[in-house]
């Protein structure tokens, strides 16, 4: 696998190159990049990239799905930028569009909740240790240890609106940390449910802040129209203590008298709305929101679902709605994945399978949707009816999330819930969704994938196709009796005109010798192939020899593998024969073109050897 910086670097290089970026982020799978003119972006060749499981591009804004090592791809991509998340590229001008707005808002909140995704998996897991500790363990709620942990978990959900108001200032351009005061000033003592309070005679609402955070989004909105028009009317010269003092004085007043209301309301009716489905639509709405999950995290509009849950638990302790849908949906994609990684002949894909089916069934669904259902209809169908039918199985047995936490196996101690020092069946509930879900979607996916995999190798080509121009010789003219009599195994000899090496089957990359003179495939039926470049080429140590393939890749007939520099090969006093071998004892190359040929066109048929014949 390639370094960080490599893959930063090629990252770097395909997306037209630091002028081409305005804007850098991360969230927990995905390089989050906004770029000047997404038509400088080389799609294909980031996707071809080692690491990279998938993109997205909507409007301006590209991600790269990479997984869990995401972070320290992003740390090495900063610094090809010289540490600036924000780079030399120009802003782009966008046409006002209803889309184009919707786009924005899901962006501008999706891109403020995912840096603080940690802080609430941190005091959302800290919570369910303390239920745990105080409901099995006797841990007294006035000894000291209960006091600290309980600091860490409320100081989570406390002081959300100060990171709320980093993250969306920081997101927006504007000085992060009057975002961060503007947290805190609505969550001071005197601020927050305030009675009794009034600006220059005006009445101020009372409302808890600690509790809501829309009402510091909308504040930061407001500061961003405000720091607009500031930055062209206030001189260079005194714009660095002006803009802020003349920022907050003005937003602070605002939020508390109209914003913040409004925001407050805002949070009331989300909670309604969700009130209101589980009511009227009940378990019906939870099996939707499972089926629709991982659509919505190709979109990424996903993250952007946070904020609901936050207005739920902060209204009533849990979320009965999105998150126990989001858990049989996540689990799902992880067990539709181990199902491809237990049925496919690809090793590569397998690989991939296996790794990202892992990090699905633990909560990160990203690389798995992205890297393999995708591009399998059978995986991601499979995913979505199992994730639909276990989401409606969560919403009639009442399944909660009691924290904020991406719901998967790492997740569980979340839906921990005790009465009087006993825990409750929600527990086994989210258990026992979490199987049925895994099961499910695996059992689907490798049933009527293996069935299909199964019709396609039915139907397979055995032929075996020219890999090069030139002439089609036996093999006991090879001056080599280690070929010539078939030890190795039968195939044939071409006496190339031209450096192009094609593959002369579909299938995978199974070896490339580190002198690059020999590469192994091997077919979808699992029949193995060498091709030998040069007798005794081994000694040039891969000089005449440019591969354009590695190990485990998968290759379809008539792809380029190598360019072959013949001339160097002669020069050296080498012979340029190309030897295409079946290297199982039970296969032979049956109905051999000899002669003249073509690259690309039939020379043989694969067929496995009877010794009673």
Not at 121 to 136: E, K, M, Q, R, Y
Not at 480 to 490: A, P, R, T
Request: hydrophobic fraction near 45%; glycine fraction near 10%.
């Amino acid at each position: 696998m390639s370094s960080y910086k490599d893959t930063a670097q090629d990252i770097l290089r395909a997306i037209g190159g630091s002028q081409n970026i305005i804007e850098t982020n991360h969230c927990a799978t995905r390089l989050r990049l906004k770029v000047s003119d997404p038509q400088k972006i080389n799609d294909d060749k980031i996707k071809a990239i080692s690491g990279v499981a998938g993109t997205v591009l909507a409007g301006n804004n590209y991600q790269i799905v990479i997984g869990t090592d995401v972070g320290n791809v992003y740390n090495a991509f900063i610094k090809l930028l010289d540490g600036k998340q924000t780079a030399s590229g120009k802003q782009p001008k966008e046409k006002l569009t209803l889309k184009g707005i919707g786009r924005s808002m899901i962006d501008f909140v999706s891109g403020t909740f995912v840096p603080i995704l940690a802080v609430l998996v941190a005091a959302g897991l800290i919570s369910a240790v303390l239920n745990i500790g105080t409901n099995f363990f006797g841990l007294n709620p006035k000894s000291g240890t209960y006091t600290v942990l309980n600091a860490i978990y409320e100081a989570g959900f406390y002081f959300l609106p100060i990171y709320v108001g980093f993250s969306a200032a920081k997101r927006l351009g504007l000085n992060s940390f009057l975002g961060a005061m503007m947290g805190a000033f609505l969550t001071y003592n005197a601020i927050n449910s305030a009675k009794g309070l009034d600006f220059l005679g005006i009445a101020v609402p009372s409302i808890q802040y600690d509790t809501s955070i829309i009402p510091v989004l909308l504040a930061v909105l407001f500061m961003k129209l405000l720091d607009i028009g500031l930055q062209k009317i206030i001189p260079k010269e005194i714009k660095f203590f002006i803009i802020p003092l003349v920022e907050m004085i003005i937003t602070a007043p605002v939020t508390l008298l109209w914003l913040g209301p409004l925001g407050f309301q805002i949070g009331t009716l989300i909670v309604s709305v969700l009130t209101f489905l589980n009511q009227y639509l009940g378990w019906v709405s939870v099996g939707i929101m499972a089926a629709i999950t991982p659509l919505l995290v190709m979109t990424g509009t996903n993250q952007a679902l946070f904020p609901i849950c936050i207005a739920a638990v902060a209204a009533s302790g849990y979320d009965g709605f999105v998150l126990p849908g989001m858990l049989a949906a996540n689990v799902a994609v992880g067990g539709a994945t181990l199902g491809v990684a237990a049925y496919t002949h690809d090793i590569k894909k397998r690989e991939l399978a296996l790794s990202s089916g892992i990090t699905g069934v633990v909560g990160i669904t990203e690389p798995a949707i992205f890297g393999i259902l995708i591009n399998n209809k059978i995986a991601f169908f499979s995913t979505i009816v199992s994730a639909g039918v276990s989401g409606l199985l969560a919403g009639l047995m009442q399944v909660k999330e009691y924290a904020i936490v991406s719901p998967g196996i790492a997740a569980l101690p979340a839906f921990m819930h005790a009465n009087n020092g006993k825990m409750d069946n929600n527990f086994y509930a989210a258990l026992s969704i979490l199987i049925i879900s895994v099961v499910l979607s695996f059992g689907l996916t490798f049933f009527f994938g293996k069935k299909s995999q199964a019709k396609k190798e039915s139907i397979i080509d055995n032929n075996i196709y020219s890999p090069v121009d030139g002439t089609v010789e036996q093999l006991s003219k090879v001056n080599d009796e280690v070929f010539s009599k078939g030890l190795v195994g039968d195939g044939i000899a071409i006496v190339p005109i031209n450096r192009s090496v094609y593959s002369p089957i579909s299938g995978n990359v199974t070896m490339v010798a580190p002198t690059k003179h020999a590469i192994g495939l091997k077919m979808v039926d699992g029949t193995e192939l060498l091709l030998h470049l040069g007798l005794d080429t081994v000694e040039l140590k891969g000089l005449p020899f440019q591969v354009k393939v590695k190990e485990g890749d998968s290759v379809e007939r008539g792809q380029l593998l190598v360019d072959v520099n013949l001339d160097m090969i002669k020069k050296e006093k080498k012979d340029t024969v190309i030897l295409l071998i079946l290297t199982q004892p039970d296969k032979i190359l049956s109905d051999k073109k000899f002669g003249k040929t073509k690259a690309k066109t039939v020379i043989g048929k694969e067929a496995t050897f009877n010794k009673n014949n």
